[in-house]
T-cell receptor, first 110, second 114 residues
């Protein structure tokens, strides 16, 4: 059973606009959430994280929002750039290990 | 630092054959993780080690899968016998003191079982 779900397999956005990637989870015991970015033929790399005691964390163009009541988090990229085109995985920390979603492929068009 | 090194990068084999995937973690890292990526399930944790000792292997799908870490600089994931449904990308990752943000992934091994 998928405890972390990314229901959109793909997303296409125009350069300069906002990209919003969504993630839902089922386990209320998760206390830490992360986003990873993956380019083709490479492993995922850490992008940004958020603790369950916060509802927002910002790092440059990237902002992660956490809605605990809805068990939902989202990653906002503003403004989107062609170099942001990649697969984005959300992950939740449970019991010291990461539970990943299926990934969303973002395509930013010039 | 060379990062996490995995070999081979690609493997094509026939059903029933033994497959061995290899990983060299980042020097000094004390945690090592094996993941499998599929379209349907995304990234799944198979097993992880701390100081060469397996801590959690609950993600290992079947007895056909086994993993070892004989020393701090080398780990293997073995599938015997392999089946077509094992086709996936297998990632190895390492981290220092289990810090999740510092889990560095290797480039992966793309496995195709015919």
């Amino acid at each position: 059973d998928q405890q972390v779900k990314q229901n959109s397999p793909s997303l296409s956005v125009q350069e300069g606009r906002i990209s919003i990637l969504n993630c839902d989870y089922t386990n209320s015991m998760f206390d830490y959430f992360l986003w990873y970015k993956k380019y083709p033929a490479e492993g995922p790399t850490f992008l940004i994280s958020i603790s369950s005691i916060k509802d927002k964390n910002e790092d440059g163009r990237f902002t992660v929002f956490l809605n605990k009541s809805a068990k939902h988090l989202s990653l906002h990229i503003v403004p989107s750039q062609p170099g942001d085109s990649a697969v984005y995985f959300c992950a939740a920390s449970g019991g010291g290990k990461l539970i990943f979603g299926q990934g969303t492929e973002l395509s930013v068009k010039p | 630092d060379a990062g996490v090194i995995q070999s081979p990068r690609h493997e094509v084999t026939e059903m029933g054959q033994e497959v061995t995937l290899r990983c060299k973690p980042i020097s000094g890292h004390d945690y090592l993780f094996w993941y499998r990526q599929t379209m349907m399930r995304g990234l799944e944790l198979l097993i992880y080690f701390n100081n060469n000792v397996p801590i959690d292997d609950s993600g290992m799908p079947e007895d056909r899968f086994s993993a070892k870490m004989p020393n701090a600089s080398f780990s293997t994931l073995k599938i015997q016998p392999s089946e077509p449904r094992d086709s996936a990308v297998y990632f190895c990752a390492s981290s220092l003191q289990g810090r999740l943000e510092t889990q560095y992934f290797g480039p992966g091994t793309r496995l195709l079982v015919l």
